[in-house]
């Protein structure tokens, strides 16, 4: 059988093997997934209701449907209590979220990990904004001291959010169900 030459493979450089550029549209959509779950790229922090469309309460099944099945599972019990998924991002540094979940398999816990670039909240607080914005968009809020990290957090129900800092800029997002940590 003889290969479409735009399908052979090719050595641009010494160890680089690609397919040619312009794949027919039949080929490239066996490719690709589209429509298919996943962690958004920009996600937004909804205090007190969710994170990048996901929230407190959600089942397993729920997060995968919003998310996807593109998970590392935390291994260390010590570490992480029950199930925790990390959502990471393929490429450049380990970013993501994560998601914690009680033993029913519902959502406890809603945190980036790292500061995922483009992630805000939906007043239009961004990551490394400085921490004196979130006082102006969200008004007094309590502070935690963290390992590393402080919290600035806000209690809407029965929901904690917290809004996590290093020096004086913003570095994360979390959603807690008490009485789950604030640091995560």
């Known amino acids: 059988m003889r290969i479409p030459r735009l399908l ?14 312009a794949l027919p549209v039949g080929v490239s959509a066996a490719f690709a ?17 969710s994170l990048g469309g996901v929230r407190i309460g959600d089942t ?8 996807g099945g593109n ?13 925790t998924w990390y959502y990471l991002y393929p490429h450049g540094e380990p970013l993501g979220a994560a998601v914690k979940f009680d033993k029913t398999g519902r959502v406890v816990v809603l945190f980036t990990l790292g500061s995922p670039p483009g992630w805000r ?13 979130v006082n102006e968009l969200y008004g007094t809020t309590g502070w935690s001291v963290c390992v590393g990290y402080g919290a600035m957090t806000m209690r809407t129900g029965t929901t904690v959010t917290a809004i ?8 994360g ?12």
């Open 173 to 184: 997002f979390a959603l807690v169900a008490p009485p789950e940590p604030v640091c995560q």
């Open 33 to 49: 997934a589209p429509g298919a779950a996943a962690l958004p790229h920009v996600g937004v922090l909804v205090p007190g209701k």
């Open 71 to 83: 998970y590392r599972l935390c291994k260390d019990k010590r570490l992480c209590g029950n199930t």
């Open 121 to 133: 909240t939906s007043e239009g607080l961004l990551m490394s904004d400085q921490i004196d914005r």
């Open 164 to 171: 996590y800092t290093t020096g004086e800029a913003v570095y």
């Open 60 to 67: 397993e099944a729920r997060v995968k449907q919003l998310w």
């Open 8 to 21: 052979r493979p090719r050595l641009l450089l010494p160890g680089l093997l690609v397919l040619g550029a």
